[in-house]
């Protein structure tokens, strides 16, 4: 839930991607000139600007707000948050540092997913972290194993609600659509790319019992391999979870996602499908703590 994606659910030619570095080690300033007014200095014309996402991309963003939006119909509406729990009684928190906090992360696992979080802000940022994680991953787009995240990022009240708007979701012509065959598998010779990978954390609201954290992602989603047609891209989208303190760990009540904030993109080189599929073969992911 990618996470990007997205960086190539984003992220060489060997320069920085610096746009003011020096350049070749000569020293010399390269400035870009608008379209039509001599590329970019050196004789070679501006590469055009993309138009726009794949549609891939689109439809792989577009799967979790609809989920969200799906939860967020069932109600339940924001609670007080009295008490004097570890997040100040229900005031909004202020900014935190980017840093890492240095403490360890979680032991736990329920299933594949990380569990056992503080009961307090950083448990909070930790466990909202992990969730986009299991979210954007490659794993919802299996009936099976969609169940099992959901079970284990969500609050059991909404569970089966959720559920239920993610199998409309999830639709054999949806699958068909991004690449997948209609049972949700991965054609032969072909690489189902699905990651969200969090850039960053911010609380907005604490409580004792309750808490509301964005999460700034960057993903991956696409196909990687010889032949495919929709290739892997990148995406940045923040995700906002309202959590609950439910049977001694943090679930997601409700949950809503945003396009961006979405940096410009340096000329790194696009690697190869073939590159791609290896990288997310070879490269596991992270267990995240604030």
Known sequence: MSLGDENGYGSGSGRTDDGYSTIGGTRQTRTRLPDGEGGD???TPRRPARSSRSLVTVVGVVVLLIAAIALANMGGGDKDGSGDGPGNGGNKAGAAPTAATGTKPVTGKNGSIPSGFAHDEQGAQSA?????VALGSVGMFNADTRRSIV?????PAVVDGLLAAMTKAYSPGFLENVGLNEDGTTPSGLTFVSRTIPVGTKVIEQSSDTATVEVWCTGLVGM???GSTKPVTATWFTISEKLKWVGGDWRIESSSQTEGPTPVNGDNRASTADEIAGAVEGYGGFTYAR
């Open 41 to 43: 200095g050196y004789g």
């Open 128 to 132: 909202a972290s992990n969730f986009a």
């Open 151 to 155: 079970q284990a990022t969500h609050d």
């Open 224 to 226: 990687a391999g010889q």
